[in-house]
């Protein structure tokens, strides 16, 4: 299991266009993945779920990846989390 | 009657009222195994059909669809596949022996209430979204066939409740001209969308809207969220020249926003934006603006009844400088004193409060409070390109007194271990006369120069800009003016730091070559201002604009000065 925390950079927070890549972006693994924000989890396969935690610029966030590409996955992520979110 | 006007421009011609029936629940409860995996399947085969939809929309090449269309698509395709979403609605089918129709509705609204309850305006307006993809599904569950095919006249306004994105994206522009809404907000897809296409648009104009009629005679103007209902002569003949600036306007705009602001002999001009607070990005995106020239600080001391400590102060220059994406934001200290008053901050009343204990004068007497400031904005520095700007500055001493205290909150947050950029740019607002003079000596205590024309006319010309007895004599063109303007730049050159202009004159069309010929890279203004700025810089070049300037500064005049600028801007 990988564990991994990012500050959300997009001025906006997560909001429709970067949560759909995202979701987008995890279907692609077989891993299991999950964000966490406070002391709420839930699972990055649903847009509806990443929407409702309500993510805004600034605040930190946890992304939790768990099965046999979680490595590769953690490297997608994080370049989505890193780069690609601030042009969303 | 007025809303909020989301997507500038100005719409004229006939109402089309659509209103729309609230999808009902049948209270059916379900017999028996059989009919629960019927209505699963129903479920799941209007969600396949409601697919089809939106893949027919995106494949659709009359609609013309731009990437912020597709964008919007994309996320409804997300959410009507969203797993979450099905397990929802499957768990009401099996566990409370609902329909697929009943199911969809409550899953729908438990939704759309989580989201209007949330303290976001953004996430606040994503409830229609969801309504959305649930009206959609819910017409295959319930196969009522299709309700968008719409037919509208040419010039007709649509006048809604409310406009679902896929509603939005389908109206057909060679016929529609605007749209004005019951309910909706800026951020709502809708709005959203309506300016990505330039189609004027009115949202949130309450119950009031409804009372058109099919065919009435209407206006909408899209900035100022003005609706007019069957209005008079005068209103029309106003509103239809202002249509056609308004057109002419956005032809400029959408012909040089994605150029660069380069001169036709190669010359690159950097064009930002003054704001006064985050919201004020949208507009400097949307205009071509490259970043933020002078980021106001005073709207965020005002109105209110304490000074706002130091989180305040960070999150509300944090959020700016998220939404600069990355674009340099200059950030002056704050510019109190003068024509702008604290109802919390005791200054004291003066005869010439121009002259008087203002801007920086208040701030390295009030030190506490400066640094609480300087600190808030080197935090924010952390999260973008950030510059610090001192203004009022009228000698040396000044600019090494006001270094040495951000220096001071640099090592505060050092000890602290908080996060900023060490190499935050420092700069100078030239608007004292004696500044503009001693430019040379300045250059060697800063990054960078930027020009406020209001002021430094002000000054130099001994003239109140308040007083209107007198406002003939302000005149930026004064030969005494531009001598200054022109000795800050060439001294700002020399010593190879950065010089640009944050004062009206960046934005006035008249002055552009003459700017650029005396050697200005650099023009802040309001972003409206910016496609007009850039339109000229694009079409002229720089060898021209040091001829302007060359005749220019031989003049001996300012009605001389005008009217040569006036014969070759034409």
Known sequence: MITKDYIITSAQGMHARPATQLVKLVKGFKSATSLKKGDKTVKLNSLLNILSLSIKGGETISVIMDGEDEVSAAVIIDDFFTKQLKEL | MKGIGVSPGIAIGRAFVIKKNAPATNGIVLKNQVEIVAEIERFDISVVNALAEIDAIKNNSQLMLNDDDIAILETQVELINDPQIREDVVAKIEEEKKTANDAMIEVTAGIVALFESMDDEYMRARSADFQDIGNRILKYI???????????E??????ADDLTPSDTITLDLNLVTGFATQAGSRTSHAAIIAKSKGLPAVVACGDELMTINHNDFIILDGLSGSVYVNPGEDIISRYSAKSA?????????????DKPAITADGKQVTLLANISNADDLAMVHDNGGEGVGLFRTEM???DRDTFPDEDEQFEFYKKAVLKAKGKPIVIRTIDIGGDKHLSYFNLPTELNPFLGYRAIRISLD????????????????????VSIMFPMISNVKEIREAKFILNKAKNELLEAGVAFNNDVKVGI??????AAVTADILAKEVDFFSIGTNDLCQYTLAVDRMNEKITHLYDPFNPGVLRLILNVIEQGRAHNIHVGMCGEMASDPLATLLLLGMGLEEFSMSAVSIPAIKNIIINNSEATAKQVCQQVMAMDSSENVIAYLKEITQ
């Open chain 2, 142 to 152: 319930n196969r009522t066939g299709d309700t968008n095919n719409r037919s509208f």
């Open chain 2, 154 to 159: 040419p010039d007709t306004i649509v006048i």
């Open chain 2, 245 to 257: 600036s308004f057109r002419q306007q956005a032809e400029v705009l959408k012909m040089v926003k």
């Open chain 2, 300 to 302: 965020l001391f005002m």
């Open chain 2, 366 to 385: 009030q030190e506490g409070l400066f640094i609480v400031q300087l600190k808030a904005i080197l935090r924010a520095s952390a999260f973008g390109s």
């Open chain 2, 429 to 434: 607002m030239v608007e004292i006369p004696s």
